[in-house]
């Protein structure tokens, strides 16, 4: 009987141990899901970023970003954006500053690397580690009207689902305030390139430059593929226009007249098909040309010096043919003494 009730309270005690070490574990493991249920879940949040490549507005300046690059290691990103100066001869300037959506107090650090050619290089610096989004203000001003860009406006609203959706959408494509525009960057959507550094602007306006006549050789090939398709739509129209003529010596007035119709459309047709592929050549040897001034300019930029000889042998041609008209004019000859006698008479 005492056995019995010794090895009944020792059961008890050993369920209880059993119990609290079980609990114990549960509360760990909900703890860990807790406090990091963010990198376990995903994330449902807006995604906050502006597409690649969709222009938008800022006051009369229409710009686009190129690229959007988050160096994680380094904790900086660099942003190229294209843009477009309102023709109205008035020198445009943009000026940026940034906030991360993690704390909108905090104004991030924001330095222009490049301003050539259409072309601004941006880079923000200290991104926090957990920055979920961040927002790029662009303004624009010019030489006449200079302006300071202040994100002291950018609060947490700027990051809400409604900005999201506007900011993002193709049909209102940047949030618009007089004559400035915020970009959004989200951490879901940024490519991330640990190989960015500080570069020399030499080195960007090259890389610009090389990535400009990828792009005309893009276009170049896409116009070859059209000619292409319209010599082949040329050769399948003349391949009908064969066979419709080869029936006509069997076919009635009526027959004939819908027949000489369709050879008609098709003739105009291979006109229509040749005036294009006319447009398309001169479009292509125009672009071809520019590939050339582009691919001189990336070996002037490479090899200044070489430029500069260039220039020094054209200096040098150029005075060797002033040099030679000057030897061939002779110099006047004093009039002989009967003619000074004649002119004195």
């Given at each position: 009987?005492?056995?019995n009730?010794?090895y009944?309270?020792s059961?008890?005690?050993?369920?209880?141990?059993?119990?609290?070490?079980?609990?114990?574990?549960?509360?760990?493991?909900?703890?860990?899901i807790?406090?990091?249920?963010?990198?376990?879940?995903p994330?449902?949040?807006t995604?906050?970023?502006?597409?690649?490549?969709?222009?938008?507005?800022?006051g009369?300046?229409?710009l686009?970003?190129?690229?959007?690059?988050?160096?994680?290691?380094?904790?900086?990103?660099?942003?190229?954006?294209?843009y477009?100066?309102?023709?109205?001869?008035?020198?445009?300037?943009?000026?940026?500053?940034?906030?991360?959506?993690?704390?909108?107090?905090?104004?991030?650090?924001?330095?222009?690397?490049?301003?050539?050619?259409?072309?601004?290089?941006?880079?923000?610096?200290?991104?926090?580690?957990?920055?979920?989004?961040?927002?790029?203000?662009?303004?624009q001003?010019?030489?006449?009207?200079?302006?300071n860009?202040?994100?002291s406006?950018?609060?947490?609203?700027?990051?809400?689902?409604?900005?999201?959706?506007?900011?993002t959408?193709?049909?209102?494509?940047?949030?618009?305030?007089?004559?400035?525009?915020?970009?959004?960057?989200?951490?879901?959507?940024?490519?991330?390139?640990n190989?960015?550094?500080?570069?020399?602007?030499?080195?960007y306006?090259?890389?610009?430059?090389?990535?400009?006549?990828?792009?005309?050789?893009?276009?170049?090939?896409?116009?070859?593929?059209?000619?292409?398709?319209n010599?082949?739509?040329?050769d399948?129209?003349?391949?009908?226009?064969?066979?419709?003529d080869?029936?006509?010596?069997?076919?009635?007035?009526?027959?004939?007249a819908?027949?000489?119709?369709?050879?008609?459309?098709y003739?105009?047709?291979?006109?229509?098909?040749?005036?294009?592929?006319?447009?398309?050549?001169?479009?292509?040897?125009?672009?071809?040309?520019?590939?050339n001034?582009l691919?001189?300019?990336?070996?002037?930029?490479?090899?200044?010096?070489?430029?500069?000889?260039?220039?020094?042998?054209?200096?040098?041609?150029?005075?060797?043919?002033t040099?030679?008209?000057v030897?061939?004019?002779?110099?006047?000859?004093?009039p002989?003494?009967?003619?000074?006698?004649v002119?004195?008479?």
């Amino acid at each position: 009987m005492i056995r019995n009730l010794a090895y009944s309270n020792s059961s008890v005690k050993h369920n209880k141990s059993l119990f609290y070490y079980i609990a114990l574990i549960v509360i760990i493991v909900m703890y860990f899901i807790f406090f990091n249920a963010s990198s376990i879940l995903p994330d449902n949040s807006t995604v906050m970023n502006t597409a690649l490549g969709m222009e938008v507005n800022a006051g009369s300046t229409k710009l686009s970003i190129n690229r959007w690059e988050y160096n994680k290691d380094k904790n900086f990103m660099e942003i190229e954006l294209s843009y477009k100066d309102s023709g109205d001869y008035v020198t445009t300037k943009l000026n940026f500053s940034a906030k991360a959506k993690i704390n909108v107090k905090e104004k991030l650090d924001v330095k222009t690397i490049l301003d050539t050619d259409n072309i601004y290089i941006v880079r923000i610096n200290n991104i926090p580690k957990n920055y979920e989004a961040i927002a790029l203000k662009v303004g624009q001003s010019s030489s006449e009207n200079p302006v300071n860009i202040d994100t002291s406006d950018i609060t947490t609203d700027d990051f809400s689902s409604t900005t999201a959706d506007e900011s993002t959408s193709d049909k209102v494509s940047n949030v618009i305030k007089n004559n400035s525009t915020t970009l959004y960057c989200d951490y879901r959507k940024v490519k991330i390139n640990n190989n960015i550094k500080n570069e020399t602007q030499k080195y960007y306006i090259i890389n610009i430059t090389k990535s400009e006549i990828n792009n005309i050789n893009k276009d170049v090939i896409n116009i070859d593929k059209s000619v292409k398709t319209n010599e082949g739509l040329i050769d399948i129209a003349n391949d009908k226009i064969n066979s419709l003529d080869s029936q006509t010596k069997y076919e009635i007035a009526e027959e004939l007249a819908s027949t000489n119709q369709k050879i008609i459309s098709y003739k105009s047709k291979i006109t229509d098909s040749e005036q294009q592929n006319v447009t398309l050549q001169k479009t292509k040897a125009s672009l071809v040309e520019k590939i050339n001034k582009l691919e001189q300019k990336v070996n002037d930029i490479k090899n200044p010096n070489n430029k500069a000889s260039v220039n020094t042998n054209v200096v040098k041609q150029k005075n060797k043919k002033t040099t030679k008209k000057v030897a061939k004019i002779t110099p006047t000859k004093a009039p002989n003494k009967a003619v000074k006698k004649v002119i004195k008479k």
